[in-house]
C-alpha cells in the first residue's frame, strides 16, 4: 500500500507560484504514473498534470505554460510548480500515485490565490 503526503500549498496573491510536493512511501516495487488533481469549491475532482515513471507528462488545458510536473524516482516524489497563478487555480490539490492496480491519493493541500 502506498502512502501520499502533500505539502506546499498555501495564500499566494494572484501572479505568484507555487510548489507542490507529494512523497510517497510504503511498500511496493515501483510507482507506474504519479500525478496532481485539484477540486474548487463546487466544482467536480479535475486533473491538473500526470506524468508517467519515464518522464512524460500530460497537462490540462487550463494550467499548460503555468504548470509544471516532474519527478524524482529515487525518491519517489512528484512535485508541482505552479507559476502565474490566477484566482481560479483556487482548490485544494490532491497527489495521485498508481502502482498498478491500485490508485492511491494524498489527503489534499489547500490552495487559494488571492485577486
Known amino acids: 500500500q502506498v502512502q501520499l503526503v502533500e505539502s506546499g500549498g498555501g495564500l499566494v496573491q494572484a501572479g505568484g507560484s507555487l510548489r507542490l510536493s507529494c512523497a510517497a512511501s510504503g511498500t511496493f516495487f515501483s510507482i507506474n504514473n504519479m500525478g496532481w488533481y485539484r477540486q474548487g469549491p463546487g466544482k467536480q475532482r479535475e486533473l491538473v498534470a500526470t506524468i508517467t515513471s519515464g518522464g512524460s507528462t500530460n497537462y490540462a488545458d487550463s494550467v499548460k505554460g503555468r504548470f509544471t510536473i516532474s519527478r524524482d524516482n529515487a525518491k519517489n516524489t512528484v512535485y508541482l510548480q505552479m507559476n502565474s497563478l490566477k484566482p481560479e487555480d483556487t482548490a485544494v490539490y490532491y497527489c495521485?500515485?498508481?502502482?498498478?492496480?491500485?490508485?492511491?491519493w494524498g489527503q489534499g493541500t489547500q490552495v487559494t490565490v488571492s485577486s
Open positions: 495521485y500515485a498508481r502502482v498498478s492496480p491500485v490508485s492511491s
